[in-house]
């Protein structure tokens, strides 16, 4: 795990401080431990506080993850726009957003923590499933307004969830060192093909057995 | 978590069969909970038999884990002859062959096991970046034969990865109640693009800052 923020230990802030110290050490301790080893211990260890004092802010660590794991974008604003408009270059804008997003270490550390935490704990497995089915899947299936937008939206899902985890948890090479550039061309036409490409087996989703049940 | 195994409970079976069940009942806690949850006690319990003696036969969990989850096929032998050959059907056969392999329930286990591990242990994520990095990936490279071969097959690791996550451990809808057929062929295509499709920004690494790296 990175250094800890010792220059937190010993102040007394106020509690809106307070509080975003707590949400901070949380947000890394979840990205970098997971979900299960970032115990209300560990976090207020991290924050410099008590652990009374962790509970007293978010109540139990679940209250606490989904406090300060929220999406670092609105899906429903951003991803639509994305997709839609002129729809050859929607796999460029999709990998140029994503890629942007995870490259910035605050955005970077809530989307693994969620991911990691997803393999974890079926609670928030459940959690992290509407984030991204019902929330990021969602939005890229209303930007698309076609009869197989979900099994394409999900698809996209398949593919990013896999570079949260190759790249940023297991950190397969050369994949890991990839520059960003390069990531956003390697995956470019990947995201263009589940966007926009065919799928000739789910026309209408007959094939897909679940593909009608949201 | 599934039904455990009760008809082992009380049984008095002979070295073989108990050190089998337990590694069994190993593969479905880790596969189910994840790893930081398939303690050593509810592997015993599982497997209806005292903890200690699943000390006994693996020393630790780690080194269970190591033992029991091992690949459903040995990557070498199977994975060159896949990609090679007639290049413009290697996503085919690569698809219909990771498929095939997840949809078995027993090398579902093992694979969901080492993804959902990896995402909570350090350790274990060592063990399957190894795995999935100097064997997978690098049994692909091998079969492809080519400058950017670690590059592709690191993507490809990341999309397979994907799969396994958004299908089977978050269960993103409708891919995760997609018909395995249906599956192959939504994913054939980009499998082929990593595979042999043109990357133009690596064509000898030069701009991928690890490529060169193992």
């Given at each position: 795990m990175a250094t800890p923020n010792r220059s937190r230990r010993g102040r007394r802030p106020g509690t809106s401080d307070t509080r975003e110290a707590i949400a901070e050490a949380a947000r890394r301790c979840f990205a970098e431990l997971g979900y299960d080893r970032a115990s209300i211990r560990v976090v207020a260890e991290q924050a410099g506080v008590d652990p009374a004092l962790v509970m007293h802010f978010f109540g139990s660590k679940q209250k606490l993850f989904v406090s300060v794991m929220s999406l670092p974008f609105e899906p429903e604003d951003v991803l639509p726009a994305l997709v839609a408009g002129r729809s050859s270059e929607a796999g460029l804008r999709l990998a140029r957003f994503i890629v942007g997003?995870?490259?910035?270490?605050?955005?970077?550390?809530?989307?693994?923590?969620?991911?990691?935490?997803?393999?974890?704990?079926?609670?928030?497995?459940?959690?992290?499933?509407?984030?991204?089915?019902?929330?990021?899947?969602?939005?890229?299936?209303?930007?698309?307004?076609?009869?197989?937008?979900?099994?394409?939206?999900?698809?996209?899902?398949?593919?990013?969830?896999?570079?949260?985890?190759?790249?940023?948890?297991?950190?397969?090479?050369?994949?890991?060192?990839?520059?960003?550039?390069?990531?956003?061309?390697?995956?470019?036409?990947?995201?263009?093909?589940y966007l926009t490409g065919p799928l000739p087996l789910v026309p209408g989703g007959e094939r897909a057995r679940g593909a009608g049940a949201r």
């Open positions: 997003v995870l490259e910035q270490p605050q955005p970077r550390m809530v989307i693994t923590g969620m991911v990691r935490a997803a393999a974890a704990e079926p609670e928030v497995a459940d959690l992290v499933r509407d984030a991204v089915s019902s929330r990021m899947v969602g939005a890229i299936a209303t930007g698309l307004a076609v009869a197989d937008a979900p099994l394409r939206a999900s698809l996209v899902g398949s593919q990013i969830i896999g570079v949260v985890m190759a790249r940023y948890v297991i950190r397969v090479e050369p994949l890991a060192s990839l520059a960003p550039d390069a990531l956003v061309e390697a995956l470019t036409p990947n995201l263009q093909r």
